[in-house]
């Protein structure tokens, strides 16, 4: 599931099931490669991440904290949203990203129940500084599919995503797909999958193995380390990252 970072911190949250559950999660990375460009970049990521759900219904919102390192790239597709739209003045610039909201609901089966699914929007407001944001909307749909198997957790998602032109940019809206399985070990719960992404730029997608662990730390606190692997030309060679989750829950 391509949001991979939401997914670690609803791993965090206590395993009963409450009328409704809150948290609030640290998530820091560190990635580098070349984004689809020619300058190699380097970009650290400081994000807090704030989830409800409510039954059925999941709200998340997302603020970034970011610091790139390139030389010439004019804008950078990142996560599956484009920033950057004034990268290029200086090698390196630090700066609020762009405000994600996102928006999922679990969807009924029917008869079919060892199966669950999600339908998931997302919405990027042009809330970051000027040179961390293309200053219009983005946003996304995705579809995502499961199906529990004792401690093995096999998935599959496919998504939509839209970009809004710039005076400078003309951005393709593209396809994102991701499969792979969550696995739980006693109080860990590990997952690995393979993600793929459509550029928005005129060039290479990006193709990533991603890897997780996240278990409890102490009552009410969740961990999760991380990391992808890109094997593509527009994947970053590799990122890791690290998430502190505080949850609550409401009965």
Do not use: C
Not at 57 to 69: A, D, N, Q, R, T
Not at 74 to 82: D, E, I
Not at 94 to 111: F, H, K
Request: glycine residues 14%; hydrophobic residues 40%; charged residues 15%.
């Amino acid at each position: 599931m391509r949001n991979s970072l939401l997914l670690l911190a609803a791993a965090a949250l206590p395993a009963a099931a409450p009328a409704a559950t809150y948290s609030v999660s640290n998530v820091g990375s560190l990635s580098s490669g070349r984004y689809g460009g020619t300058d190699q970049t380097r970009v650290e990521t400081s994000s807090i991440s704030l989830r409800s759900q409510v039954r059925d219904w999941e709200f998340g919102i997302v603020l970034p904290y970011l610091s790139i390192e390139n030389q010439s790239s004019a804008a950078l597709s990142l996560g599956g949203a484009v920033i950057g739209s004034g990268l290029g003045t200086r090698r390196r610039q630090s700066g609020y990203g762009d405000m994600t909201l996102r928006l999922a609901r679990q969807v009924p089966l029917g008869e079919i129940a060892s199966f669950q699914a999600r339908i998931a929007g997302q919405i990027k407001l042009p809330t970051g500084a000027r040179t961390m944001t293309t200053g219009k909307l983005d946003g996304g749909l995705t579809f995502e599919l499961s199906r529990q198997m004792g401690r093995v957790t096999p998935f599959v998602s496919a998504g939509y995503r839209t970009f809004g032109d710039t005076r400078l940019l003309r951005l393709r809206d593209g396809w994102a797909t991701s499969a792979g399985m969550m696995m739980t070990l006693g109080k860990v719960s590990l997952i690995a999958s393979h993600e793929t992404a459509q550029s928005p730029f005129a060039g290479p997608g990006s193709r990533e193995l991603f890897a997780a662990a996240s278990g409890p730390l102490a009552p009410g606190w969740g961990w999760s380390l991380f990391g992808t692997k890109g094997y593509s030309a527009g994947a970053p060679k590799m990122m890791i990252g690290t998430s502190l989750t505080r949850s609550f829950a409401a009965r």
